[in-house]
């Protein structure tokens, strides 16, 4: 993806991934979000991966990051909504790696610019009911505004992982299935899936601030 990341976009899932401070609950879900922050600022960090001829390596860790916390199923199956049940078996998973790719695709290249943007993230609360869980955080920018991002996960075999993001009260999902059933109905589902393979990220952002025509 090209341009600088403007907004609050730019936090959307970068967030996730950095430096936290000051943990008003330590339950398992903000455990797993601290554990993330961890690693992606180990590999932004680390001077061996600033060269331009190690930027598909650094994408790569990050990806690979991106992996163990999101669930990219579920994510996609509630973005895509009614037309889930409407898919074949080979289709959906087609579905969840294209969704996959335009989330990441998206904003793991805004990391950098989040980083310059932050100055700290505040772990505010963590609320858990059975297995679904929210972690409530602040991010600081360095003009002191405040970005209140909420995590949703759930826990499936013993592990938590997020499902939906939400940024001042904005979810991620929400909006990638209003432009997804917007595409679908006005269209069709190979539209859609065409113009996710073209990749279009800054038209399928999952921003409020930018819709597909």
Do not use: C
């Not at 600022?41 to 991966?49: A, M, N, S, T, V």
């Not at 992996?67 to 895509?80: G, I, S, T």
């Not at 001042?168 to 899936?193: C, K, M, P």
């Amino acid at each position: 993806m090209r341009g600088v990341a403007r907004g609050w976009t730019m936090f959307l899932l970068s967030a996730v991934w950095l430096s936290a401070i000051g943990l008003a609950t330590a339950g398992e879900p903000t455990d797993l979000v601290r554990q993330i922050t961890d690693q992606v600022l180990k590999i932004l960090e680390d001077p061996q991966f600033q060269a331009p001829n190690r930027h598909a390596e650094r994408q790569e860790r990050l990806h690979k990051i991106a992996e163990q916390v999101f669930d990219w199923q579920e994510m996609a199956r509630r973005a895509l909504a009614v037309h889930w049940r409407e898919r074949t078996p080979q289709e959906q998973q087609e579905f969840v790696r294209l969704f996959r790719d335009l989330v990441e695709g998206t904003y793991i290249s805004r990391l950098e610019s989040a980083i310059q943007e932050k100055r700290e993230i505040q772990y505010v609360g963590e609320q858990v009911e059975g297995s679904r869980a929210a972690v409530k955080t602040n991010v600081v920018t360095r003009r002191n505004q405040q970005v209140p991002i909420e995590y949703r996960l759930q826990k499936a075999d013993g592990r938590w992982l997020i499902y939906d993001v939400l940024v001042e009260g904005i979810s991620l999902v929400n909006n990638y299935r209003s432009q997804f059933n917007r595409i679908i109905t006005s269209s069709s589902y190979n539209d859609l899936v065409q113009k996710m393979k073209n990749r279009q990220g800054d038209e399928l952002s999952g921003s409020p601030q930018r819709k597909v025509q």
